[in-house]
C-alpha cells in the first residue's frame, strides 16, 4: 500500500496551514512539509516543489521526495548552505524564478521551503517576489533607480523583517557547561552566516552598474 492513501483518508479534507505564506498566485513559501501538509498543498495546486535544504537531514525529510512522486508533484531538490559559505549565484537566482513562472503560467503552482522556511526559502521567494520571473536587468530598466529601489526594500521588509529572519540573537554569557557552550557557539555561528547571507543577497539585486 501506498504511504500517501493511508494519510489522504485521515487529511483528504484538511485545509493549509497559515504557516504557508502565498508570495502570489503562483508560488507558496513555509517551512519543510509533513505528509499531511503535501496532501493539503497538492489540494492548493501545488504541482512542483523546490527543497532548499542542505543534503544533511534526518528523519521524514528522506520521505519528500517517495510522498511528492506518490502525488504527482515535482520535487527539485537545489541544496545550499550558509553555514559552508554556499549560495546561490543570480544566474541560479533567475533560472529558478522563471521556472515558478512558466509553471504558473501553464496552471501550476511551487512551493519553496527550507527548514523553517524562514531563511534559505527568504532569500528565493524575496527574489522571485522583485522579478516575478522576468530578467532583473529588465525589471530595473523598467522601473528605474527610484522605483526600483523602492520596491527592492518593500520585498526586503516583508520576506525578512516581517518574517523575523533577524530574529536570531547573539549569546555571549559566559557558562562552564560544555554542552551549552558549544551551542551559543553554533548560534552565534547561524547568525553571523545568515547575516552574511543577507548581506550576498542585497548585493546581488543592487548590481546596477553591471545591468
Known sequence: MKIVSVYQFFYKSKPLSNKYKNVDNYLIRGPHPKISDLIALKNEGVTQIYDFRHFGVRGFKFFEKRICKELGIKYIRFPFSYLRSEYPSIDDFEKIAKNVKSVGENG?????????????TAHMAAYYDLTRGEGINKVFRALGVVKYAE?????????????????????????????KYFKNKFNNRVKLATECAHSSFVAIVTRYKDW
Open 108 to 120: 501550476g503552482k511551487t512551493l519553496f521551503h527550507c527548514n523553517s522556511g524562514s531563511h534559505r
Open 151 to 179: 520596491k527592492m526594500q518593500e520585498v526586503i521588509n516583508k520576506h525578512f523583517y516581517e518574517q523575523k529572519f533577524f530574529n536570531r540573537k547573539e549569546r555571549n554569557e559566559k557558562t562552564f557547561n560544555p554542552i
